[in-house]
């Protein structure tokens, strides 16, 4: 299994910017998918971005040119860089881990991490 810790959330004006982090324990963390997913008060989540093996392969597309996800397979990390940050983007931030082995699809989550967006 894969543990995953997120950090760098935390409270930004309109306008500002974030870099979240998603930490992955172990040593195979090139092997999972890695996707960045949100949730605010009272609605589903939502994913953010994904991607495969260092490749940008989805971002929403409310999101475009806002938000981009990368990873640094050497440091076991995601990371989410939030630009133009609005109110509406407040949520809970949770970094996600998928694994495609001959057994069937494997799915991690970190624990999350706040953004709020306010003035």
């Known amino acids: 299994q894969v543990q995953l810790v997120e950090s760098g959330g935390g409270l930004v004006q309109p306008g500002g910017s974030l870099r979240l982090s998603c930490v992955a324990s172990?040593?195979?963390?090139?092997?999972?998918?890695m996707a960045w997913y949100r949730q605010a008060p009272g609605k589903q989540r939502e994913l953010v971005a994904d991607?495969?093996?260092?490749?940008?392969?989805h971002d929403t597309d409310s999101l475009q040119g806002r938000f981009a996800i990368s990873r640094d397979n050497a440091k076991n990390t995601v990371y989410l860089q939030m630009n133009s940050l609005k109110p509406e983007d407040t949520a809970v931030y949770y970094c996600?881990?998928?694994?495609?082995?001959?057994?069937?699809?494997?799915?991690?989550w970190g624990q999350g991490t706040q953004v709020t967006v306010s003035s």
């Open positions: 996600n881990a998928r694994l495609f082995t001959s057994k069937g699809e494997y799915n991690y």
């Open positions: 991607m495969i093996s260092d490749r940008k392969t």
């Open positions: 172990g040593d195979a963390f090139s092997l999972y998918a």
